[in-house]
């Protein structure tokens, strides 16, 4: 199919794109949407690979169905990586556990902690999440100014994924958290000021690895009721599940889990502020409609911009000839805005029903495993705020830079400070 020029940039694999403003990102895909929806792209641009070894383009799919359909198809797999960009196979193999992995292996490992994260547990631990939030929020009340990215959208997740796991010790869980928010910054220029991007993931993979070991061989010896305890006691293809297999699960839950969720609190809270009618619309009735304004916040500002898989065989999806071991680039904050699935997509409206928005993913085998945990922590989160610093405001907020993640690095907020 020939295809005419785009009047906007829709580079996406260069890092000149991801500099741009969003509104200016948002209208490339929506120009890829209308005109070629999947797309050829060439080399990701790449701080993780030498030219030399990065020579392999990728289909970038934007449409909502197509994006459906191919998370739904046997034929698209993530065994050899699920970003834009390559990386060692090695290296992601070693920290990404089952989210590249493919059946039978994917099944029987994301089966061993399922029922950690199914909806029935959530709902069970709601009570100590609301009080982590509730505690946290009240930490900060006082001084009347925080930084919200540090002092609320990590530190709340942070805290729930180390009770999660079982890490009890405050120091652990800070380098955790801190970790698991590098692993998925490899080029975010804040972490490659100082080191390379390889350098930056590997780093953060062997810290949250070290913290994994550490606490294995100390819930072997006193076991608790945590994700680490329930893996050391697990078999795996017949036999225990080795460090090297408990510390690839932790790296890979730490960086899903925290990231996420922190960035969906913090978009929420710039959104909200940028909406007033809608935030005023949200706070008439917080119980009640809260659960469907999550849904459309997760729409607004997807946490994850895309997941890719590679094709097993040649596959035609919606006109584009895909070749067997072609890279398929998912973008999920493009299908949240297609026209054909949303009315008036780019209009915030929180009571929005049906939301079929694929923040999560667009369903299958790997649709997210914490679906339910970060829609909770997120209720939680903005539910204190709302409740215990009822006059706050934002100042200028510092997103991070990314083609992975909607990513915020800074949110300064001003408030009365509680007596
Ligand atoms: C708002 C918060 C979150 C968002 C937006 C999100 C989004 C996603 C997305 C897009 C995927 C990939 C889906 C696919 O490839 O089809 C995914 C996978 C995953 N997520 Fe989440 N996630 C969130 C929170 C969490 C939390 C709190 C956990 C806690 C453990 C978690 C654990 C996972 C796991 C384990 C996978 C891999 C599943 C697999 O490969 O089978 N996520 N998530």
């Known amino acids: 199919m ?3 020029p785009s009047p906007v940039p829709t580079d996406i694999e260069t890092f000149a794109f991801w500099e741009r403003p969003r509104d200016e990102r948002q209208a490339g895909f929506r120009w890829l949407r209308d005109n070629d929806p999947v797309s050829w792209h060439p080399p990701a ?4 690979l030498p030219p030399e070894l990065n020579k392999v383009g990728f289909w970038a799919v934007t449409r909502h ?5 191919a998370s739904r198809s046997k034929n698209f797999q993530s065994g050899k990586g699920v970003f834009m960009e390559d990386m060692p196979i090695e290296v992601i193999k070693g920290a990404l556990s089952f989210l590249v992995e493919d059946p039978p292996r994917h099944t029987e490992l994301r089966g061993i902690v399922q029922s950690a994260f199914s909806p029935a547990r959530v709902k069970k631990i709601e009570g100590w999440i609301r009080q982590h939030a509730h505690d946290v929020v009240a930490g900060i009340a006082p001084d009347g100014k925080a930084d919200m990215v540090p002092q609320l959208a990590k530190v709340l997740p942070g ?3 180390a009770h999660y796991v079982g890490v009890t010790d405050d120091e652990m869980r800070d380098k955790t958290v801190h970790a698991a928010d590098m692993l998925g910054s490899w080029n975010d220029p804040e972490y490659t000021k100082t080191m390379a991007p390889i350098e930056v993931f590997g780093h953060a993979a062997q810290t949250l690895a070290g ?13 608790g009721d945590d994700v680490v305890t329930w893996l050391t006691q697990t078999t795996f293809e017949g036999e225990e599940m080795s460090d090297m297999d408990i510390a ?8 899903a889990s925290n990231d996420t969720t922190g960035h969906a609190i913090a978009h929420s809270l710039i959104e909200l502020q940028r909406h007033p009618d809608q935030q005023a619309w949200l706070l008439e009735d917080f119980e009640g409609r809260i659960d469907n304004a999550v849904e459309e916040l997760l729409r607004w500002r997807a946490p994850i911009l895309h997941f890719r898989r590679t094709a097993l065989a040649d596959y035609e999806l919606n006109g584009a000839e895909i070749k067997a071991g072609d890279k398929v680039v998912l973008w999920y904050d493009s299908a949240n805005f297609d026209e054909a699935v949303f009315d008036d997509p780019f209009t915030l409206d929180l009571s929005r029903k049906p939301n079929k928005h694929l923040a999560f993913g667009g369903g299958g085998l790997h649709f997210c495993l914490g679906n339910a945990l970060g829609r909770q922590l997120l209720k939680c989160a903005l539910r204190e705020v709302y409740t215990q610093l009822p006059d706050f405001q934002l100042e200028e907020p510092q ?4 083609n992975l993640f909607n990513s915020m690095r800074h949110l300064p907020a001003r408030w009365t400070p509680a007596a």
Not at 45 to 48: D, G, H, I
Not at 65 to 69: K, L, P, Q, R
Not at 248 to 255: A, D, K, P, R, T
């Open 2 to 4: 020939s295809v005419s």
């Open 45 to 48: 641009e790449s701080l993780l």
């Open 65 to 69: 169905a197509d994006v459906v359909e």
């Open 159 to 161: 805290l729930i994924f």
């Open 211 to 223: 913290v994994a070991m550490e606490l294995a061989a100390l819930r072997r010896q006193e076991p």
């Open 248 to 255: 690839s699960f932790f790296v890979m839950l730490s960086g």
């Open 399 to 402: 997103e991070g830079f990314s």
